[in-house]
């Protein structure tokens, strides 16, 4: 899928209106914590001391929530550093493994060849973040199947001489003609407590790495998405 302006325009506008949204949430949350322990005190003359503990824990982890949120939808410039695709597949698989086994899913990673170490200069932890995110929707697509199809996970990586390509296929929901039209718009998601922002982010984060991102899909039967990253100079 081709980059447009317009998806351009879009992730440019959700970045800004997200640091704008978190900086105006923080602001009364900070005074809301001074507030409370104002308070505490108080609290604890009744035998309360409790609640002040639970309302300050809970800030912080508003805090923390909207921290994660401007972290991914505003991927900063990739650290890049050279790393082998197979060892960093490798990595991720064994961190999705257990959640694949949960759902009676199951990964067949498939290198182009073992021997020969294709190198990608990348920031490791975007790019996780992209694989994972791909992963976890493939593991939700298997689930949404109703029959009782085993589900398949295949990791395949190989390389063209330039770019390194990672594809991800899965025997999954699959998708219909207009899913496939949006699946990387901010905010779109077909999923009751889906954010929609998973794709848009990892488009963002391939884009930046000057790569691209390509959707096969067949409704009923399963998808597959290709990363193309460039190869280490
Ligand atoms: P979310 O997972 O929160 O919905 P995403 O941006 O990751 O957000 O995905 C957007 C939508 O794309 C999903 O709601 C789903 O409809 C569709 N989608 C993504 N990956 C797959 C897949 N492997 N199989 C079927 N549908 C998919």
């Known amino acids: 899928i081709e980059q447009t302006a317009l998806q351009n325009d879009k992730l440019a506008m959700l970045g800004r209106m997200s640091a704008a949204i978190a900086h105006e949430i923080r602001n009364p949350l900070t005074s809301i914590r001074g507030f409370i322990q104002l308070l505490r005190p108080y609290l604890m003359q009744l035998g309360k001391e409790e609640y002040a503990r639970i309302i300050l824990a809970e800030i912080d982890r508003a805090n923390d929530i909207i921290y994660e949120f401007l972290n991914s939808s505003k991927p900063s410039a990739p650290m890049k550093k050279s790393v082998s695709i197979n060892r960093l597949i490798n990595e ?33 932890k975007q790019i996780k973040q992209v694989i994972l995110n791909i992963l976890k929707n493939s593991l939700d697509a298997i689930d949404e199947v109703s029959d009782q199809r085993r589900g398949r ?8 001489g330039q770019n390194a390509e990672i594809t991800i296929r899965d025997n999954g929901k699959g998708m219909d003609r207009a899913t496939l039209a949006r699946l990387f718009d901010p905010f779109f998601t077909t999923k009751e407590a889906g954010t929609g922002l998973g794709l848009s982010v990892s488009y963002r984060i391939i884009r930046n790495h000057g790569g691209s991102i390509r ?19």
């Open 92 to 124: 991720v698989v064994l961190l999705s493994e257990s959640e694949a086994l949960m759902r009676n899913c199951h990964f067949q990673v498939e290198t182009y060849d073992e021997d020969t170490e294709v190198m990608v200069s990348i920031d490791v």
């Open 215 to 233: 959707v096969d899909s067949l409704e009923g039967s399963g998808t597959s998405f290709t990363i193309y990253l460039p190869l280490t100079e």
């Open 153 to 160: 996970i295949d990791i395949i990586t190989r390389s063209d």
